[in-house]
């Protein structure tokens, strides 16, 4: 039988059912890579599923059977948020509802080597707050998150023998972020004095000029908010940009003809600081006694400080107990801690005449997260009707890194168990 020379293969349809109201991530992660796994509960370690194994893991490209394939997909990121403030007994939908995140893969085999390229989105998170929701803190304050991170990845896969499978990639790693975040004066109160920075902290020669211009200021002044804001409106990139590397190792062994089992570690990523010198930050004061208010808006460059995406180890399995079914059972650790400790931005304010005397004067801000590491189970299974038909269903469950002391609405990230169903067809 001979081996077809190309396949394209685009018409292979995930359909993600939530158990929950689902995210479909682990974290930040997908839960699934490529319309094959992702219908299988995730689940990719052990078996053959397309150049989505540049993402999961590299050394099942090794098991293709073809001389070579194209693979072509759009993936839906479809949060449902709603934000609770139980203090005042109001709700906020996000207005974030769909998310798109096209992927392209190509392998080609030389023998027992197999090379190939592929573009993948990594995962993320986002929402959006209407200004007259009560993250607007009634001022008209909009409120959003959007985080995206890509990888263009070149595999190189090679067949040491008739069981052992061993890959390696090198990935080109880019990440982007929208923020539009206010924050109520006590909780700025809360980063800038030292006896309290509960669930933060915040220093620099803008802090010291605030806390200057609040002693100048009548007594009984408050600040009403402080709000960041960098935020584009591309789809696909975010205001602040950073690039980075990144890079997977795989192996594959197959025990027989039917049992096959996977293993797979992928390093911490090296991001630069993800950078824009379109940001802005306010404060806004109210003095006593209708005296009024004053606002300042100053103008500069954001760093969102050692944004990373953090190392997996991941193990699989996979059995087919006849020609037309396969079980597959994957466990994932996810190392969150070591990446999702605190959210970090240093804003400089530019020379910008608008900003007057605080031309040049910086703020770092520290948000706690204090996320912790995360194991994954994916179990899932396909069954083949026809050479034409295949359909596949699994299960998803990820404990939840999130610490309920520093759950923020602006990042939602978890819901810890999945159900997913898919079906693919194969039209030659």
Known sequence: MKA???RLSAATLAIVLPAMTSYATNGMNMEGYGPVATGMGGASMAYENGTAAVINNPATLSLMEEKGRIDVAVGMLGPDVTATQNDINQSADSQSTAFYMPAFGYAQRHNDMVFG??????????CKYDADSWRGLGYGLENLTEISVGRAIVPFAIRVSD???LAATVDF????????????????????????QHFGKASGSLVQSL????QEMPPGTTVDYAYFDFANSDAFTGEAKGTGWGGKIGVVYEASSDLTFGLTYHAKTDLGSLSTSNANVSFQMTMPDDMGSVAQTLTGEIDVLDFQWPAMLGGGVAYRPNPRTLLVLDVKQIY???????FRMGFTASEDPGNGDLGGQDLYAELYQDWSNQTVFALGG????SDQWTARAGFNYGSNPVPNQYLNCL???IVEKHITAGVGWAWS
């Open 211 to 214: 806390g200057q211009m609040l």
């Open 382 to 385: 396909a069954y083949q009707f």
């Open 163 to 165: 069981k052992l499978h």
């Open 336 to 342: 969150w801690s070591s990446v999702m400790d605190s």
């Open 4 to 6: 077809k020379l190309l």
């Open 411 to 413: 990042f939602p990230a």
């Open 117 to 126: 390229f592929g573009v993948f989105g990594q995962g993320g998170m986002g």
């Open 173 to 196: 790693v880019w990440a982007g972020m929208d923020l539009k975040m206010a924050m109520g004066g006590a909780q700025f109160f809360d980063l800038i004095d030292p006896s309290q």
